[in-house]
């Protein structure tokens, strides 16, 4: 067992002796296993580095707090230690590295490498000694319209024979049922040439990799040949591959005709997740759109991780792309490549349009998320919330409230209570305004916020994390004014306003209040939306009963003595208050008796002295 002093020797030895070259790096624990690997430009600078200073990252700290051993392998360039550090990962899957994950679901086209070739999809990646892969294909239309043109253009097989020259010449194979409807020529009977059929194939593989130009010229220029030497048919032929070509390449994402062999990316970040998104373009097409999501395991730059995603997709589809477009500089060189930050023109399109899919890709994964843990949405949303106006915890618990009343009658408010977004329908609170006389909401909104806020006080019950007013600038001062200026309480307090079609268009926040940046279409501005509409229906639904409630009020309800089955008795004998005070005690006392009688008649002849 080493000593702490011995283990810092030991490892200072390894490190004074790393080469200053491209290499990968690889960490070890007590057990020897591998907990993380890492590449790097200059060797010892980048693992030195680890050594050298106090980790605020607690992922970090961990990792280097676990190194017992260092490994080390040298290559020659660094684009040679980023495809060596991802093959690395793939290999140990390491403790503390990245989780890539990679969309194996999505499919690939895959060109055999048997003796007469097959071109068919697959979502299993075998080794490159069984075929080349392209792909993969998050668009499966895409990957449909590719094989559906490969195999109305060349009369590919499609059966698992295996064919060899023996067992052609043996005569082992039979025709099928392709062959009799003319979409394969038999080449297991011998029908067709290894030659001439290797010339599709490899026709195939280039408009796999988006060469469909040079396809196109070579159908133009052999049909135009054809047609000169008066073989009509044959140049028929040509002409229907060179229109069904045509007509992919018009299905294809046209950018640019002088755009050609060009690799984009663009990465988006989420609470411990980034998104990769790549496209490849190839004689003004786009050939190739893949985005995958990448899972952080520390403290990664988003540099980091986006050059982990280039090095993914440069390892997956071998790219051969002199021009790499990406979304800010990264500190990564790969001999004869060069990168491109575009700001302007038909790359930087190009650059928006992988940014449109990044974005939507995100959108579908938060979404799936989401219906598969609930409240994974809650806390996301609570955390976006948090970061959006900086505050001090999470809002976990959030409480909104509305006023209610017809030109000051029967004025009520409101009080409804979210938790972790959801509605915490047991705690909300209907309240009747009592000490303000008239329409005034100000004064309302003071009197319900002091009378539920000092009791919260007095009783020591959990306060909100959150305020919200449903109002602007207005609301929140008043607010402000009972919670900070009467209570000396601390709750953030935020206001929705709305436009002058009464629709929610802003989030307020602060003092003086300030507009807070919110697209109104992401699911936060939906919550707090949703919270304003909620407040207001429980408002609006108490004042309406209420309302009704004096609407139908009487006399009776209001004389001592009387209750409820003495009225119905009454009204069902006399149906009216002018009828009673008309039939006398004695008509009454019949009904209800002799005491409850005198008491309605005084009530009754009070009353309308009153009026």
């Given amino acids: 067992m080493q000593t702490k002093e011995e283990l810092d020797a ?4 390894i490190i004074n002796n790393l080469p200053d070259c491209p290499g990968c790096y690889q960490y070890l624990d007590e057990t020897g296993t591998i907990i993380y690997v890492g590449k790097a430009k200059r060797l010892k600078r980048r693992v030195s580095s680890y050594f050298q200073k106090d980790h605020q990252n607690l992922k970090t700290a961990r990792l280097v707090a676990c190194i017992r051993d260092i490994k080390y392998i040298v290559v020659n360039t660094e684009e040679d230690a980023l495809l060596l550090e991802n093959s690395l990962i793939k290999q140990w899957n390491p403790k503390y590295n990245i989780l890539l994950k990679d969309g194996k679901t999505y499919p690939s086209i895959v060109v055999t490498n048997e003796y007469f070739p097959r071109i068919y999809q697959t979502r299993k990646i075998e080794s490159k000694r069984f075929g080349t892969y392209f792909g993969p294909y998050s668009h499966i239309p895409t990957l449909n319209l590719l094989l559906d043109l490969i195999h109305n253009l060349y009369p590919i097989r499609k059966c698992h024979e295996s064919i060899t020259p023996t067992s052609i010449e043996k005569g082992k194979h039979r025709e099928c ?21 290797g010339r599709w194939i490899e026709e195939a593989r280039e408009i796999l990799k988006g060469n469909t130009r040079t396809i196109q010229q070579e159908m133009l220029d052999e049909m135009q040949r054809l ?3 008066m073989r009509f048919e044959e140049a028929e032929t040509i002409k229907r591959k060179y229109f069904l070509l045509d007509n992919y390449r018009s299905k294809s994402e046209v950018v640019s005709h002088t755009l050609h062999n060009i690799d984009v990316y663009n990465i988006e970040e989420s609470e411990g ?7 490849h373009v190839s004689n003004g097409c786009i050939t190739q759109a893949f985005t995958f999501e990448i899972k952080k395991r520390l403290d990664e730059t988003v540099e980091e991780l986006l050059i982990l995603g280039i090095g993914e997709m440069r390892e997956r589809y071998p790219s051969v792309s002199k021009e790499i477009i990406v979304p800010f500089p990264v500190e990564l060189f790969i001999e004869g490549v060069c990168f491109t930050v575009p700001q302007k023109g038909d790359k930087r399109k190009l650059l928006e349009l992988s940014k449109l899919n990044v974005m939507q890709y995100k959108k579908d994964r938060l979404l799936q998320n989401d219906k598969l843990n609930p409240e994974q949405k809650g806390t996301r949303l609570m955390l976006e919330l948090q970061n959006l106006l900086a505050l001090p915890e999470m809002p976990r618990q959030i409480e909104c409230f ?8 029967d004025a009520v408010a409101a009080c409804v ?25 100000y004064a309302s909104m003071k009197e319900v916020v002091r009378r539920r806020y000092s009791r919260m006080k007095n009783d020591e019950t959990p306060l909100p994390d959150l305020i919200i007013t449903d109002g602007g600038r207005g609301q929140m001062e008043v607010v402000r004014q009972v919670v900070e200026g009467e209570l000396g309480l601390n709750i953030p307090i935020a206001g929705l306003a709305k436009d002058n079609h009464h629709r929610t268009n802003e989030l307020l926040y602060g003092f003086p209040p300030q507009v807070v940046g919110m697209k109104t279409d992401s699911a936060l501005f939906h919550l707090l939306t949703q919270i304003q509409d909620e407040v207001h229906r429980f408002a609006i639904t108490f004042h309406r009963k209420k309302r009704s409630k004096s609407q139908t009020h009487s006399v009776l309800d209001d004389i001592p003595g009387i209750g409820i089955k003495s009225r119905e008795a009454l009204v069902k004998q006399f149906r009216s208050v002018k009828r009673m005070r008309e039939a006398g005690e ?6 209800i008796g002799t005491a409850k009688a005198k008491i309605l008649l005084e009530s009754l002849a009070k009353a309308e002295k009153n009026n």
């Fill in 586 to 591: 004695a008509a009454i006392a019949a009904v």
């Fill in 177 to 197: 049922l392709d062959y009799h409807i003319k979409n394969c020529l038999g080449p297991c009977i011998g029908k067709v040439s290894h030659e001439e059929y």
């Fill in 402 to 409: 509305d006023n209610s009343n017809m030109q000051g009658q």
């Fill in 10 to 13: 030991y490892l200072k030895g």
């Fill in 273 to 279: 997740v980034a998104y990769v998104n790549y496209l």
């Fill in 227 to 229: 047609a000169q030497e």
């Fill in 417 to 441: 209570v979210f938790r972790m977004g959801k509605p915490s329908k047991r705690d909300y609170r209907h309240y009747i305004i009592k000490t303000v006389e008239g329409p005034d909401d």
